[in-house]
């Protein structure tokens, strides 16, 4: 019998002891220094908001684990012996009374690094005061809830999908938020500029002091080692009893850096989630690929590639070796009430993408948009950003994978549609405003609303 040991109970390790444990006898270890427990953090700004409570986070019951013969170990890891596949531990305090490591600590035949990611700092004057931090786990929860009673006047530092759900739990509480994004206007990074002006003027509207063009340049001390306020780098002072800082997140690898693990801005893996060192896997938001999957990037923090790469991991351990193949890409948001689904690819700005033309459509309501990426040459549809009006993955990966033009994506649009019933659709106009600014089409709607239209079609 193999001894497993995984590091890290997010969503990528737990995905693997699961999947391992369905068709095998082995040991089980999993170890994490944060919770004793696998949770959502998807959720975490549902607590703060008093919509959820942690229990309510947790999607097995607590007693799933012993029942499945997965250890838990809540304990912080030292040091990894490669050589010998040990690992010296620090245990934590535990509330559960669960099983901590001895002195001599804890064995492995197989070792998967699922240790995820951190906030990013960077090294900013008072960056280290109290009431400044990133919201990336339960301990980070549990230190918000502590800065933020009673206090007025918050900062969200960073214009990225933290720093919104940041500015959303500030205002449950009646805290006035100034929200600093360095780009001229939300996420456009990585949303094109319509959608990004979009967005910024839904946050508005939602009482966010947004400041475009504008960045951290130190944050102040009011004297007892907790923020008072944050200057800007045009020299502006800002009241602040709490910063939020969200600029994005990096593999949590230090305590990795120097051994023989290869390294890189993550651990290095191979298409099978190997590292360079034998029975070690790493896989989550660690992990850098040495060869992305094409259209992919080498780090991709999301929350459904880390299941995937769990579920891919086993069965290579399992015997069965198995490449990571995440499919078409897609990933989803919400700005307040407005949510926001991307499939495909669908770049921020096409200078880089020159084979591809864009169709953006835009409500008079100015809450609601698609925007279709095609090809210039054959008209294939290769990505979608949609905002306000929700659709169906299933629909758009069929599309997209069987090579559909954008001319039949617009025929059949209402197929991908999944707002709920009585929602007012807008395939039509779409069309329409795409036939009157494409001269010499004359599309028109060939489809009813609804994924059972799509199936009868796949079916016929």
Known sequence: MRHIVILGNGISGITAAREIRKHSDDQITVISSETDHFYSRTALMYIYMGHLEYHHT?????????????????????????????????PSVTEEGLSAPNAAGISYDILI????????????????????????????????????KGIKQAVVVGGGLIGIELCEMLLSRGIHVTFLVREKSFWNSVLPDEES????????????D???????????????????????????????????IAVGVSPN?????????????????????????????AIGDCVQHRTPPTGRKPLEQIWYTGRIMGEIVAQTILGNRTTYQPGVFFNSAKFFNIEYQTYGLAPAHLRDHSHLRTFYWEHADGRKAMRFYYKADDQVIVGVNTVGIRQRQEVWTRWITDRRTIQYVLEHLPQANFDPEFYKQHEAEILTNFNATNPGNTIRLKAKKGLFSWLSEQIS
């Open 253 to 281: 690898i230090n305590f990795l850096k120097d051994t023989p693990l290869e390294t890189d801005r993550g651990i290095l893996v191979n298409e099978y989630l190997e590292t360079n060192l034998p029975d070690v896997y």
């Open 58 to 90: 947790k999607p097995y019951e607590d007693g799933f684990w012993k029942k499945n013969r997965i250890e838990l170990v809540r304990a912080e890891v030292k040091s990894i012996d490669f050589d010998q596949k040990h690992l010296t531990l620090n």
């Open 210 to 244: 947004l400041r475009i063009r504008t960045e951290l340049k130190e944050l102040l001390d009011d004297g007892s080692g907790r923020v008072r306020a944050i200057v800007t780098t045009a020299d502006e002072e800002i009241p602040a009893q709490f910063v939020g």
């Open 113 to 148: 690094l699922a240790v995820g990611s951190k906030p990013n700092f960077f090294g900013w004057s008072g960056q280290t005061l109290a009431g400044v931090q990133g919201l990336y786990g339960i301990p980070d929860l549990e230190r918000m809830e502590a800065s933020t």
């Open 197 to 208: 002006a979009l967005a910024s003027r839904h946050i508005r509207e939602h009482h966010v």
